[in-house]
């Protein structure tokens, strides 16, 4: 059974080197251990400092993915306020938390979740930004053929990104939805 963690999760994510994710994985512990602590882990994405938002971005990523249903009530946030924070570690953990509630998302939200996905696609610097809304934006263009035909002109742009990463991944995703558009190959 996993301690309560006494102290404030502003305070457990603060500190230490900032690329190192600290005591992110106690807090998610904490949080899935008490469901009650989740609006705290919200309020984190409220700190002055920019590594403690980057590790509660993390956190709630995390404990959604384990308990999606719990983020249900907080879906507007996501496509508000939190999808405003021009911080790119929000940006990208923002992302990956409208993936894992997709489903749950009505077609009005959906259509906002993907809104912003977009303008995160095509207005942010930032590699990991770009890496992960393009496998979300696919993921979600599979099912919906509008999605699709405006993401291939901008896989097509980040193709030739100068982050190898970014290109790879933007020309694999190109390729991938080209050929999906295609349907199965027929051999006679």
Not at 31 to 52: I, K
Request: charge should be negative; glycine fraction near 6%; include cysteine.
């Amino acid at each position: 059974m996993t301690e309560a963690m006494p102290e404030r999760f502003t305070e457990a994510l603060t500190g230490g080197h900032h690329n190192s994710l600290g005591r992110t994985e106690e807090v998610v512990g904490a949080v899935l251990a008490d469901h009650g602590r989740l609006a705290e882990l919200f309020a984190a994405l409220d700190s002055p400092d920019q590594l403690v938002r980057m590790r509660a971005g993390d956190a709630l990523e995390k404990v959604c993915r384990e308990r999606p249903q719990w983020f249900e009530p907080h879906i507007e946030l996501f496509l508000t306020e939190i999808g405003g924070i021009e911080q790119p570690s929000v940006q990208w953990h923002t992302i990956q938390i409208l993936g894992h509630l997709r489903p749950r998302l009505d077609p009005e939200q959906r259509d906002r979740a993907t809104a912003l996905v977009c303008r995160y696609l095509t207005e942010s610097d930032d590699w990991i930004v770009l890496n992960t809304a393009i496998a979300v934006l696919a993921e979600w263009a599979a099912s919906d053929p509008a999605l699709a035909a405006w993401l291939a002109p901008e896989l097509d742009r980040l193709s030739h990104d100068r982050r190898r990463s970014v290109a790879k991944r933007a020309a694999r995703v190109s390729k991938s939805l080209a050929a999906s558009e295609r349907g199965p190959s027929r051999r006679g």
